[in-house]
């Protein structure tokens, strides 16, 4: 499908802008929504707390004061032998109902704040969902994939950072099992075949020279992986377990192409190989770059995969924890304000923003989202409506 501005000329982002346009909005008045309620619990969870607090300083005002009126009555009485110890077991039989009575008031306020926190979370598991299902679909560009691969019981464990434009961040989860090449344990044959690295120096039977001791890494596992861009550090044991021979390999290809290879014996510790520069001249580069090229290829085919939103970050900080959802669609708003400009500018009719898509035929339909319907729905969360309003610019 191809995608034209509203006058017919090339709109460069190719995707169904006025779509996602409308998205952001219904997910915006629906995320904003509930964290607007997120808010009212915690006020009232606050509020809560605060009259604990000041509950429990009244009553010990309270014992105290009596205290001291007893203690002064004690003084004055012309009894003072025959009234001292009533006047002590009213002092005990008063701190005994007092300290009960916090305990139970304290019980009850806890009890509350313990539900509107349950009712928060719910709260924030909804928002989630929600983001979810906007961000799942990359809205804003992409400025770097991160994958962590772990080896399980059963196959791997996969997850991707994906950081956007505007210091976005979501990590997700990978459904690696529904990628059949990901759905059992692999071996570095698995991805290219005979590549062998000199691991240590060893004395051949009947020779005093040392010589570079050559390794197959066919049979070895993947252990765990980590992509970044255009760097890959990734682990091939001889077992699935911590204490086995093991190689790391760390591989930059983020301006000339370079390596460094770690090796460690059955339960040793890691030495990099080309500290020794016999073992240094035997590795064979090409092999290994070979290697990382189909390593980085059959990695990111699990993308498609991506489903659960874990976490979305701005600026570092967790959005849902740190309550940054209003904070987040601005700053989306933000990288949309340009793009909503240049549809306004290339548009026949003042009242509504247009595209067109042309499918492979030739056969092109239009593609509407009237100003009015953006202002409607934005005015449902009225003052931050407004604001988002206003950044897009959709007057």
């Known amino acids: 499908m191809k995608y034209l501005y509203g006058d017919s000329t090339e709109f460069p982002l190719q995707r169904d802008f006025l779509g996602l346009l409308d998205n952001y909005l219904d997910t915006s008045v629906k995320a904003i929504t509930l964290e607007n309620a997120v808010f009212d619990l915690k006020e009232t969870i606050r509020d809560r707390r605060m009259l604990k607090n000041s509950v429990l300083d009244e009553m010990d ?7 001291t009126a007893i203690s002064g009555a004690v003084a004055r009485s012309k009894e003072q032998e025959t009234i001292v110890k009533y006047a002590e077991k009213s002092r005990d039989f008063l701190k005994k109902f007092i300290e009960d009575g916090k305990t139970k008031f304290s019980d009850e306020i806890f009890k509350e704040i313990a539900g509107f926190e349950k009712k928060a979370n719910e709260i924030d598991e909804g928002s989630r969902k929600t983001l979810e299902s906007f961000f799942i679909y990359d809205p804003i560009p992409i400025v770097n994939k991160k994958y962590t691969i772990k080896a399980e019981k059963e196959g791997y464990s996969a997850k991707a950072q994906v950081d956007y434009e505007g210091e976005v961040s979501g990590v997700y989860e990978i459904a690696s099992l529904e990628v059949p090449f990901w759905r059992r344990h692999l071996r570095a044959h698995n991805f290219v075949r005979d590549v062998e ?5 060893k004395k051949p039977f009947l020779k005093k020279e040392l010589v570079p001791a050559i390794v197959s890494l ?3 596992f993947l252990g765990d992986l980590i992509l970044s861009g255009k760097v890959l550090e990734v682990v091939f044991r001889r077992r699935l377990d911590a204490a086995a021979e093991r ?9 000339e192409f370079s390596v460094e290879v770690y090796h460690a014996e059955e339960g040793g510790v890691e030495k990099n190989i080309k500290a020794v520069p ?3 001249s035997e590795l064979n580069i090409l092999r290994l770059r070979e290697l990382r090229e189909k390593i980085v290829e059959e990695t990111n085919n699990l993308y498609t995969k991506k489903q659960r939103l874990e976490t979305l970050y701005l600026g570092g900080k967790e959005v849902l924890e740190e309550n940054l959802v209003f904070e987040l669609m601005q700053r989306v708003a933000e990288i949309f304000a340009p793009t ?4 306004k500018k290339n548009s026949p009719s003042a009242e509504e923003l247009s595209l067109k898509a042309e499918d492979e035929r030739g056969i ?5 989202l ?14 931050k409506g407004n604001r988002l309003l206003e950044i897009l610019d959709i007057t």
């Open 247 to 255: 190689f790391r390999l760390k591989i930059d290809f983020t301006d």
């Open 218 to 220: 066919n049979d070895f």
């Open 197 to 201: 690295i000199p691991a240590r120096m």
């Open 278 to 280: 016999e073992l240094k």
């Open 364 to 368: 092109r339909s239009e593609i509407y």
């Open 340 to 343: 909503v400009a240049e549809i």
């Open 61 to 67: 005002n309270f014992l105290q004061t009596v205290e």
């Open 370 to 383: 009237k100003k009015s319907t953006v202002r409607e729905k934005l005015s449902a969360i009225k003052e």
